[in-house]
């Protein structure tokens, strides 16, 4: 079977081939690009499209590498054999399996998400070479070693905070998701608001893309705060000649909160705004 999008995701046809050349190697897929680009959507739009399993690793800055093995509960068992308990003699009991030990233990081929990479400790990603390369650990707790019985669809995401190691790149199948130009834009616009009226859509567009175009903007709107916005926009009925005037004026758009962030964002657009004003 081959990921070619869903009715839900638009997807270009270089990251279609990104994620069935990954599959191909039977290496993860290691996805890049700016935050709202769908990344995260891209591993739970491919398990369904392929009819998979999804498991969901979401990645903090505290989490370790161990923590998507195992991880021994030593306090509960010490509380059990204080108590007396029967179950305190089977130590696999305190035993709680990660999500790379559910990916592997999986009737079925599963979709592993592994998403933020980057949030962890630089020493996280290389701390799952051999389990990610070989397909198996070792439980020293109960001296047996998990091993996949299919090995999964693996798909990293990152966010770019932090250089991943050499080792770990090498591994891994890369792919950077672009910015969607206007064209492609279009299409998701239309997949999540099919009935969108297309004067409010071109309104709506030129605006986004306006503001994305602002030099020295430090958070540009992403693909979901457009939609969120359009979203608003239908919500309280906006006259796509609202836009086309905020665009004209180069004034703040309606509902600009879905879109800008935070205040220096704002405070920056109403300065080249004004300064646009003054020199027309």
């Known amino acids: 079977m081959r990921f070619e999008g869903t009715d839900t995701y638009v997807a270009t046809d270089d990251l279609m081939m990104a994620v069935n050349a990954a599959v191909t190697l039977q290496r993860p897929l290691l996805v890049k690009g700016e935050p709202g680009t769908g990344k995260t ?151 999540h608001f099919p009935d969108l009226k297309k004067n409010l859509t071109k309104e709506a567009m030129e605006v986004f893309f306006g503001l994305r175009d602002l030099p020295g903007l430090k958070k540009k709107p992403s693909t979901s705060e457009l939609l969120d916005w359009l979203k608003l926009l239908l919500a309280e009925d906006i006259d796509p000649a609202v836009l086309r005037e905020a665009s004209t004026k180069k004034s703040l758009p309606p509902l600009y909160g879905a879109l800008l962030k935070n205040e220096s964002d704002v405070h920056l657009f109403e300065r080249v705004a004004f300064m646009a004003r003054r020199s027309s």
């Open 41 to 191: 959507q891209l591993a739970r739009e491919i398990a369904r499209a392929l009819n998979r399993p999804m498991l969901d690793w979401a990645i903090k800055s505290t989490t370790k590498a161990q923590h998507g093995l195992y991880e021994y509960d030593a306090v509960s068992r010490l509380r059990d054999s204080q108590l007396g308990e029967e179950k305190v003699r089977d130590i696999s009991n305190y035993i709680i399996k990660g999500k790379l030990w559910e990916a592997f233990e999986a009737d079925t081929q599963p979709v592993l998400l592994i998403d933020e990479i980057d949030k962890a400790d630089i020493e996280f990603p290389n701390d799952l070479l051999r389990e990610l390369d070989q397909m198996e650990f070792y439980v020293y707790e109960t001296r047996t070693t998990v091993k996949a019985r299919n090995r999964p669809i693996i798909i990293i995401t990152s966010n770019n905070e932090k250089e991943l190691p050499d080792a770990f790149l090498r591994r891994c199948f890369f792919h950077y998701i672009r910015f969607p130009e206007k064209e492609t834009m279009q299409k998701i616009v239309d997949v």
